[in-house]
Nanobody, 125 residues
Framework: QVQLVESGGGLVQAGGSLRLSCAAS????????MGWFRQAPGKEREFVAA????????SYADSVKGRFAISRDNAKDTVYLQMNSLKPEDTAVYYC??????????????????WGQGIQVTVSS
């Protein structure tokens, strides 16, 4: 069992930056691939970024490529999402997710085994 807790969300103006953190409980964090998803009001949850268990491979949604960066610190059991050049359309609840098979990146929600509670990110125009 893995528990995930997101932090770092909030309100920011367009063009600004935020860094989300996701702290994981348990001793097996380094085995998991990690992902970030987001869900805007009235929309389905969508893939944002993911990283393999050793950080050797990452993947991004086209909408955030070049602006967001996912990273992880296995010594701290934490995954990060650095968000730069934020746009109003990035406004959503952001979720951290963990996948037991840490070798591969998966971009669909059904590929993940554990989820955080979500954190609000609001970008004002």
């Amino acid at each position: 069992q893995v528990q995930l807790v997101e932090s770092g969300g909030g309100l920011v103006q367009a063009g600004g930056s935020l860094r989300l953190s996701c702290a994981a409980s348990g001793r097996t964090f380094s085995r998991y691939a990690m992902g970030w998803f987001r869900q805007a009001p009235g929309k389905e949850r969508e893939f944002v970024a993911a990283i393999t268990r050793n950080g050797g491979s990452t993947s991004y949604a086209d909408s955030v490529k070049g602006r967001f960066a996912i990273s992880r610190d296995n010594a701290k059991d934490t995954v990060y999402l650095q968000m730069n050049s934020l746009k109003p359309e990035d406004t959503a609840v952001y979720y951290c997710a963990a996948r037991r098979n840490g070798l591969y990146i998966v971009v669909h929600t059904t590929g993940y085994d554990y989820w955080g509670q979500g954190i609000q990110v609001t970008v004002s125009s």
